[in-house]
């Protein structure tokens, strides 16, 4: 075996990924469930406040609220992202010319910064100069401050999440597509069968491994959705699209309540890692069930 | 699968509207870039402009100081690609091919932090870059100034603890036979001659892959400079479109150019690495 140095190289080589783990990740998820305890304004040492936090939070209407808008975010863009990738994905495997162009084409607002993206929504919605109302006004529909009204702000963001998000759902399903077999199809042809039988018999269960992936990514996601809310409509107006993340934010590094704002993001954590275990669930019941 | 003509039909239709769904708005966005200032008063709504104004560009550069977003947003976005694939390269041969004393339950650590959202750690970590020791006008106990605060640092290194990076380049490394590093062993070359005249010539899909990843995550990252700098020197583009907000009357021409000239590069760099781009989109699910 290796001696002398090829002893220590092995650790060497994982130091730097490690040390900084430990110092970015590691030492803050402690932190954050300690500060979650305190009151804290970074003015003055930590107060232990117990489960003060968590009580307030179960009164915290505004909170509330974020949490409400998270789940809507979430429902709003997920299964709305996969459907339309899976029917997109569909048709790009088909054999048609200019494929690649229209792969390209669907998948560019994805590649974006999620600010980028804002502001060029920003401008087609606005109400006295953008294009959109009067686009839905010749098709019948009143234009209105589709960001600006408490009533469609959040359902604005959600159709701009989902915008951004299709790219994504299709390109992971396009790859799922590519890897079945063509004889499968051949052999249903034979049979008889339809596009459509082919796609709900062949197409769908091969891809659980892919809606799978997709689910849990997506929803992991839309529960950390800030960029998007923030530039668009900070969360307002009257918190009518404040998610929680917006409200972690403002709790810590607008208003300083940190130790509050922890426990906001306690709830994050829990609730991302309830996820996380049902995906892991489901996924080892697939594995036993093959 | 054969389609008939109607299929065929009704598929360029289709594939057609979504493409122009997508399309339009950035369309729109750069229509919008180009227009006089005069246009917006009118009231009166037309997707191409009346006269063209490419100096709307220039002028939206003129706005803030984007040769310093610029700049910050390069730096930034190079030193963390070029750092983190040192770091997630050398991680992952060293957990895919070396024995040594606790690898698995040191890369089972790893594993459960991705799965931590940096949303929900991002107060602590503003504790800890704020209390580095004798940086940012800090003592030796990390107290009095503000650390790494609205530096390179705060916006670079947190950016290298990558656990997604070392996972996939383990999963690289481990599919090469056990057969070549024997091979080398024999010839009497040690860990770090088999990582550098073995592996590393063969790390390119490996480097693309991640490096095309953290290009993006860091050049389109808004939070974390939002919230580690404050500074007009420290800003990065993504922060400095914000300078066309907050005013009553928004110049949409000039914040649409400016937009597109951030989102530039990425595009850019997306259309020429298309295929490795769309491949490791993929890799990350099928391997994830």
């Known amino acids: 075996m290796q001696k002398g140095w090829n002893r220590v190289i092995p650790y060497l080589l994982i130091l730097p990924n490690v040390l900084l783990f430990a110092v970015f990740v590691l030492v803050p998820i402690l932190w954050i469930f300690y500060l979650s305890l305190t009151d804290y304004s970074m003015l003055s040492a930590p107060v232990w406040t117990g489960l003060a936090n968590y009580s307030r939070l179960l009164h915290d209407s505004i909170f509330h609220r974020a949490v409400a808008n998270t789940a809507w975010y979430w429902i709003g863009t997920v299964v709305p992202g996969m459907a339309i990738g899976l029917v997109l994905a569909n048709l790009l495997s088909m054999k048609l010319r200019g494929l690649a162009a229209f792969r390209a084409l669907i998948y560019l607002p994805g590649v974006i910064s999620s600010v980028a993206v804002a502001m060029t929504w920003l401008w087609m919605l606005d109400p006295a100069q953008g294009p ?11 234009g209105r401050n589709w960001l600006g009204d408490p009533a469609t702000s959040l359902e604005t963001v959600i159709v701009i999440g989902v915008w951004t998000g299709i790219g ?13 077999p063509e004889s499968l199809y051949e052999a249903a042809s034979l049979d008889g069968a339809s596009g459509f039988r082919k796609l709900w018999h062949i197409t769908v269960p091969l891809l659980k491994p892919m809606t799978l992936f997709l689910f849990i990514t997506a929803t992991i996601r839309s529960f950390q959705v800030f960029d998007l809310v923030y ?15 917006t409200q972690i934010i403002g709790a810590s590094f607008q208003e300083y309540r940190m130790g509050y704002a922890a426990a906001m993001a306690v709830f994050l954590l829990a609730a991302t890692l309830v996820v996380t275990l049902i995906q892991y669930g489901i996924g080892s019941r697939n594995q036993a069930a093959e | 699968m054969k389609l008939s003509k109607l299929e065929r039909t009704a598929a360029y239709l289709a594939l057609a509207l979504f493409s122009a769904a997508t399309v339009l708005p950035l369309l729109t966005a750069f229509f919008t870039s180009m227009k006089g200032d005069e246009e917006f008063s009118l ?5 191409l402009p009346a006269s063209w104004h490419p100096e709307n560009y220039a002028r939206a550069m003129r706005m803030g100081d984007w040769p310093t977003y610029f700049k910050n947003s390069a730096i930034v976005t190079a030193v963390a690609v070029a750092g983190s694939l040192a770091f997630n390269s050398l991680a992952g041969f060293s957990f895919a091919r070396l024995r040594f004393k606790g690898k698995q339950p040191i890369f089972l650590t790893l594993l459960v932090g991705m799965m931590v959202p940096a949303q929900v750690v991002v107060i602590p970590q503003f504790l800890i870059l704020k209390s580095i020791p004798l940086f940012g006008g800090n003592d030796w106990l990390g107290a ?6 609205d530096s390179y640092y705060a916006l670079i290194v947190p950016e290298l603890a990558g656990a997604f990076g070392v996972f996939m380049a383990r999963q690289f490394y481990l599919q090469f036979p056990r ?6 062993y024999i010839d009497g070359a040690g860990y770090l001659r088999l990582f550098f005249s073995v592996y590393l010539p063969q790390s390119g ?6 490096g095309i990843f953290k290009f993006v995550a860091v ?8 919230i580690y700098t404050n500074s007009e020197a420290m800003r990065t583009l993504q922060l400095g479109l914000q300078v066309f907000r907050g005013e009553h009357q928004v110049q949409y021409n000039l914040l649409m150019a400016a937009s597109l000239l951030v989102s530039l590069p990425i595009v850019v760099m997306f259309f020429v690495f298309q295929k490795q781009f769309i491949r490791s989109m993929v890799a990350s699910s099928v391997k994830g």
Not at chain 1, 132 to 142: A, D, H, Q, T
Not at chain 2, 144 to 149: A, D, E, P, V, Y
């Open chain 1, 231 to 245: 530039v668009l409509t900070g969360g307002g107006p009257a918190n009518s699209s404040t998610t929680i993340v």
């Open chain 1, 168 to 180: 994504y759902a299709m390109i992971v399903f396009l790859a799922g597509i590519q890897s079945i």
């Open chain 2, 219 to 226: 050049w389109n990252d808004f939070f974390h400079p939002l």
């Open chain 2, 144 to 149: 009095g100034g503000n650390g790494w605060l």
């Open chain 2, 205 to 210: 899909p490996l480097l693309a892959t991640l």
């Open chain 1, 132 to 142: 959109v109302n009067p686009l839905l006004e010749f098709f019948g529909i009143e």
């Open chain 2, 179 to 184: 057969a070549l590093d024997d091979a080398a």
């Open chain 2, 43 to 47: 009231g009166a709504m037309r997707l």
